[in-house]
């Protein structure tokens, strides 16, 4: 049987592996980078093989290394899960949430049996507020918000920044022959979440009229708009966050490199009443390292 590395060792390769620098996998483990490559000097004498070479300065895994790493992360996954399982065993009861519809639906939905798999005694209610800054119905445990002043007596902490885009479908897209200039809108069906506010930002921020914003189709609900998007109806404002599962799906595109940062963010906004309660701060943490991961 080989000899089993130490955890200090598994934790620097599949650290440097995901970085791809010494001083960034040191930052994180809060080590020198001496102490990590020292670690990966000793896993190399373990293993029998070599793990990395020195570009100049520079050091890098070898295909072998890379391929252990990322066995490394899978176990290291494992034992996280294992972890979170079992400390998560007695914590039950119920959680009302309150979460903006666009983050709901595209992010929320699709994460959420990872909960429910750590917490299965946890029995979990979603809603969808009209005011996406809505913190002040007193039947809510957790609030999930879009903006940055809220009602009530809330503990409140930053979960996301936002950043807005235009995004369509790759259909949309060829139909316009790939717009190329944003002065190619004014023959394009804008999309619109309540008012022409976003998109009157945007026109702005690449030199238009504001003008050029004021037409096509105002929807009073988000789903809505990027329903319209994906197929091929229009061209919207999307939240890069929002929309990044469709992205990768290539389900819509960004037909300009031109993305604005937002003021307003996404919150985890906690009833006081709420703060010390299991089954909240379960979901907190959860959502927190889940978010984090994105």
Same mark, same amino acid.
């Given at each position: 049987?080989?000899?089993?590395?130490?955890?200090?060792?598994?934790?620097?390769?599949?650290?440097?592996?995901?970085?791809?620098?010494?001083?960034?996998?040191?930052?994180?483990?809060?080590?020198?980078?001496?102490?990590?490559?020292?670690q990966l000097r000793l896993l190399e004498r373990d293993l029998g093989f070599t793990i990395f070479t020195r570009n100049g300065t520079r050091a890098e895994l070898t295909l072998r290394g890379r391929a252990y790493a990322a066995d490394v992360r899978k176990a290291l996954d494992m034992v996280?899960?294992? @972890?979170?399982? &079992?400390?998560?065993? =007695?914590?039950?009861?119920?959680? %009302? #949430? /309150?979460?903006?519809?666009? +983050?709901?639906s595209s992010w929320l939905c699709l994460s959420?049996?990872?909960?429910?798999?750590?917490y299965p005694e946890i029995s979990l209610s979603i809603s969808t507020p009209r005011r996406l800054d809505d913190t002040s119905n007193p039947e809510i445990?957790?609030?999930?918000?879009?903006?940055?002043?809220?009602?009530?007596?809330?503990d409140v902490e930053l979960l996301?920044?936002?950043?807005?885009?235009?995004?369509?479908?790759? @259909?949309?897209? &060829?139909?316009?022959? =790939?717009?190329?200039?944003?002065? %190619? #809108? /004014?023959?394009?069906?804008? +999309?619109h979440i309540d008012s022409y506010h976003d998109w009157e930002n945007w026109v702005r921020e690449v030199g238009l009229p504001v003008e050029t914003a004021r037409?096509?189709?105002?929807?009073?609900d988000v789903n809505l708009v990027y329903a319209a998007t994906r197929a091929s109806q229009g061209i919207a404002i999307g939240d890069e966050f929002v929309c990044r599962d469709a992205m990768e799906k290539g389900q819509l595109v960004r037909p300009f490199d031109?993305?604005?940062?937002?003021?307003?963010g996404y919150y985890l906004?906690?009833?006081?009443? /709420?703060?010390?309660?299991?089954?909240?701060?379960?979901?907190?943490?959860?959502?927190?390292?889940?978010?984090?991961?994105?």
């Open positions: 049987m080989h000899r089993i590395p130490s955890i200090q060792a598994l934790r620097a390769v599949e650290a440097f592996a995901r970085h791809g620098t010494v001083w960034q996998a040191a930052d994180e483990l809060n080590l020198t980078r001496s102490a990590v490559s020292h996280s899960a294992s @972890a979170s399982r &079992n400390a998560s065993r =007695g914590v039950s009861g119920s959680i %009302s #949430l /309150s979460c903006p519809p666009g +983050l709901a959420i049996e990872k909960f429910v798999e750590r445990d957790l609030f999930i918000a879009f903006g940055r002043n809220f009602e009530g007596d809330i996301k920044a936002a950043r807005f885009t235009p995004v369509c479908s790759p @259909a949309y897209l &060829n139909r316009h022959e =790939g717009f190329g200039d944003p002065r %190619s #809108l /004014s023959r394009a069906t804008l +999309l037409h096509g189709i105002r929807c009073s031109v993305s604005i940062p937002q003021l307003d906004a906690t009833p006081r009443k /709420s703060l010390g309660n299991p089954t909240v701060e379960a979901f907190r943490d959860w959502l927190k390292d889940e978010i984090n991961k994105v």
